[in-house]
C-alpha cells in the first residue's frame, strides 16, 4: 500500500511571468538536489489542474523503504515550503492522503518530531 503526499495552491488571479519563473527555478533546484534517484520527489502536474483557480498542484508518492520516508518527506515538504513562500497571496493545502500538513511560519512545512535525530535513526535514516 503506498502513501502520498499532495500539494495544491488556488488563488483567484493566474501567475504573473515573474511567479512561473521562480516555480520553475525552485522546482529544477529541488529536483537537482533531491537525494535519490530511484524515489519519486516533488511532482508538478502539467497546466490546468482540474480548476481554474488553481495555479500550481503537484503529489509525490512516498517511498516504502521507512529509512527514505523521512528524508523524501523533508526534502518535498522544503520544495513546498519553497513554493508556497514564492506564491504570496494564494491558498495553500498539503496532505498526505488524509492527514493535513501544519503551516509553520517560521519553519514552513512538517509533521511534529519530524526533525528529531533519534526518530530518524529508529527509522535507519541518516
Given at each position: 500500500m503506498s502513501v502520498s503526499l499532495y500539494y495544491r495552491a488556488r488563488r483567484a488571479m493566474p501567475l504573473t511571468d515573474?511567479?512561473?519563473?521562480?516555480?520553475?527555478?525552485?522546482?529544477?533546484?529541488?529536483?537537482?538536489?533531491?537525494p535519490y534517484q530511484d524515489e519519486e520527489g516533488l511532482y508538478l502536474y502539467d497546466g490546468d489542474a482540474g480548476r481554474p483557480d488553481e495555479?500550481?498542484?503537484?503529489?509525490?508518492k512516498l517511498p516504502l523503504d521507512p529509512g527514505r520516508v523521512l528524508p523524501v518527506l523533508d526534502h518535498v515538504l522544503g520544495s513546498v515550503t519553497e513554493l508556497r513562500r514564492a506564491l504570496p497571496g494564494a491558498e495553500w493545502h498539503v496532505h498526505m492522503d488524509d492527514l493535513d500538513v501544519p503551516w509553520d511560519g517560521t519553519d514552513g512545512y512538517a509533521f511534529p518530531g519530524?526533525?528529531?535525530a533519534d526518530l530518524a535513526a529508529e527509522l535507519g535514516g541518516h
Open positions: 515573474a511567479e512561473t519563473a521562480a516555480v520553475e527555478r525552485v522546482a529544477a533546484a529541488r529536483t537537482a538536489s533531491f495555479v500550481v498542484a503537484g503529489s509525490t519530524m526533525h528529531d
